[in-house]
């Protein structure tokens, strides 16, 4: 069993990785939902075709006992390939997965249940201290992981608990790869939400005026009060932008997104609570839209450029890791997916 981090008595001053920066709560949200993948507009389900190919390879090569560590897991994407290669081949791995996030895929991802089982997952333990022994982990790999985190560190670290000869794997976000084309485009659409057209707090100036019309009488009223009109003026303008956006934006579920709980607001007026329901499903859709667009940011945050994947590299390498060129991956012949890093403990 590893030395867990957060089972880790400290006498001697704080746990390993308590100077780290606290995680902002963005993937803790997004993988509550229980998604499976973090690229849910190139994957339905787990990572198919070319990219699940070449996990499956990569796992082939294993010992039938072996223990793999999979950085930066999200639901365990990964290591469900693991599990399910291992199977196949009637090899029972000895899987972790670890995360900054608070994941708890057992209790989110409804499919898979069976290879869920053979995956112990370590909720909020960074990469940079992951609290296994030295010399005990066989395998190590990184699905858009390793580039999310403090890389020379992360290499000192996993170069001490790798085995020697220890195998490496990562696939990395690519600055020109679609994942990364998707996101700059969705960001771009969150700021028409928030910052370009206050969709929102718009719909929700209004929601409060015409919430507040209880009887017939107060609502012709309405029509003819200047407050009104001019915070009503102000929401279609809004949302006629929205729309614009949708039309021509090659991902536009963001704004998507955001034009249903206007119209489910306006249809919850109707109902009993009518007021209340219609700002919570504004206040609850506009929480989800800045978590999806936070996660955005820390994705690109993290692309890889020719210039970075240079200093991953090295630090890698200094750390105690050989390396193969790093590769491009294309996802079945066709776009971009990211870099493919493979190695070795040396
Ligand atoms: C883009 S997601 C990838 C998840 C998964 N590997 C996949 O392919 O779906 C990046 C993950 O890295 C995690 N992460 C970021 N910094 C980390 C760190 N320093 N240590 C461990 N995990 C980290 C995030 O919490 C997030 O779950």
């Not at 800045?290 to 210039?307: C, H, K, W």
């Not at 750390?319 to 012949?333: K, N, Q, S, T, V």
Request: charged letters at 25%.
């Amino acid at each position: 069993m590893p030395d867990h981090p957060s089972n880790t008595n400290a006498p001697n001053g704080p746990a390993p990785g308590a100077d780290l920066p606290a995680p902002d709560g963005a993937w803790d949200r997004y993988w509550a939902h229980g998604f499976l993948t973090s690229c849910r507009n190139a994957f339905s389900g787990n990572y198919e075709g070319t990219v699940r190919a070449l996990w499956e390879a990569f796992f082939a090569d294993l010992e039938a006992d072996a223990r793999i560590i999979d950085i930066g897991t999200g639901n365990g994407a990964i290591p469900l390939i693991a599990a399910a290669a291992g199977l196949a081949a009637g090899r029972r791995f000895d899987i972790h997965g670890i995360d900054l996030a608070a994941i708890d895929p057992e209790a989110t991802v409804k499919t898979d249940r069976h290879l869920l089982e053979q995956i112990r997952f370590h909720p909020r333990t960074p990469a940079e201290a992951t609290g296994f022994e030295p010399a005990s982990v066989d395998a190590i790999t990184g699905q858009y992981a390793f580039e999310y985190t403090n890389t020379g560190r992360v290499a000192e670290e996993l170069a001490r608990i790798a085995a020697p000869g220890a195998r490496l794997m990562f696939v990395l976000h690519h600055s020109e790869s679609v994942v990364m084309e998707t996101s700059r485009e969705e960001l771009v659409n969150a700021r028409i939400i928030f910052d370009e057209t206050r969709l929102f707090p718009r719909a929700a100036d209004l929601v409060r005026i015409v919430g507040a019309a209880r009887s017939p009488e107060d609502r012709r009223r309405l029509s003819s009060d200047p407050k009104a009109e001019q915070r009503r003026h102000a929401l279609n303008a809004a949302a006629e932008r929205v729309t614009k956006a949708i039309d021509s934006s090659p991902h536009p579920q963001l704004l998507q997104m955001a034009m249903h709980r206007v119209s489910d607001a306006y249809k919850a007026l109707g109902g009993e609570n009518g007021l209340a329901e219609a700002l919570e499903i504004l206040a609850t859709g506009e929480t989800m839209i800045t978590a999806n667009a936070d996660r955005l940011r820390d994705l690109m945050q993290a692309e890889v450029t020719p210039g970075r994947m240079e200093t991953i590299c090295a630090e890698l390498q200094s750390a105690g890791f050989r390396l193969d060129p790093p590769e491009h991956l294309h996802h079945d012949g066709g776009p971009l997916m990211g870099w493919v890093l493979r190695g070795s403990r040396a």
